[in-house]
């Protein structure tokens, strides 16, 4: 009969409870160090620092660093944006911001795919031969065009009723996405050129 020559395991189930006991309470230490972990405590910093801000001091807004508000509403586009209805200050700076220079857009067409107001497709002799990257352009321009479309539709009678036709032919999603890009058109110019906002113009 052969005999095994293996060492056999030593046996953790003492009396005293053995490496069970110790790992328990290493892994209570474990806790405890990361109870007194500095990075535990970010959420709740960061939660107070936006109460504080919510509060607002002397010299700002409450919901918007002073300094923001300070070097953008002097802007000739910062007014021009706030007079699209429905684009108040949050909004506006959103835009101006994240737009940056707008003489980096040679055209309108290019601003407005940049926004993600237009469809990414490749079509040739009058068919559609795939589409392109949908992801390209800026996520937050087209987040915010969006919001003003909806916020326009209920400040603009002339909006809503263009909005309203468009309904009746598509799908409402189609219609909100249709007024964001006339909007979005109207603020190339907008931006461009610092002039006012002419609904007539844009939705006539």
Not at 1 to 30: C, E
Not at 127 to 150: Q, S
Request: proline share 4%; net charge positive; hydrophobic share 35%.
């Amino acid at each position: 009969m052969a005999v095994s020559s293996r060492p056999r395991r030593p046996n953790t189930r003492n009396a005293t409870g053995g490496s069970h006991v110790t790992l328990r309470s290493d892994r209570s230490t474990f806790h405890q160090q990361r109870a007194g972990d500095p990075r535990r405590d970010r959420p709740a910093l960061a939660a107070t620092s936006i109460a504080q801000r919510a509060a607002g001091d002397s010299q700002g807004t409450g919901t918007v660093p002073y300094w923001i508000v300070a070097s953008r509403t002097r802007c000739k586009e910062q007014h021009a944006l706030r007079t699209v209805p429905g684009i108040g200050v949050i909004l506006g700076l959103t835009i101006a911001l994240e737009t940056g220079d707008i003489t980096r857009f040679a055209s309108v067409g290019d601003y407005a795919s940049y926004c993600r107001m237009v469809k990414s497709e490749r079509i040739s002799n009058g068919k559609k031969k795939g589409h392109g990257n949908r992801k390209c352009g800026n996520r937050y321009l087209a987040w915010a065009w969006i919001e003003a479309a909806n916020f326009a539709l209920r400040f603009s009678p002339p909006i809503r009723r263009w909005y309203d036709r468009k309904c009746s032919k598509r799908h409402k999603v189609i219609a909100i996405k249709a007024v964001a890009h006339k909007l979005a058109r109207a603020g190339y110019s907008l931006l461009r050129d610092g002039a006012t906002f002419n609904v007539a113009r844009a939705f006539g």
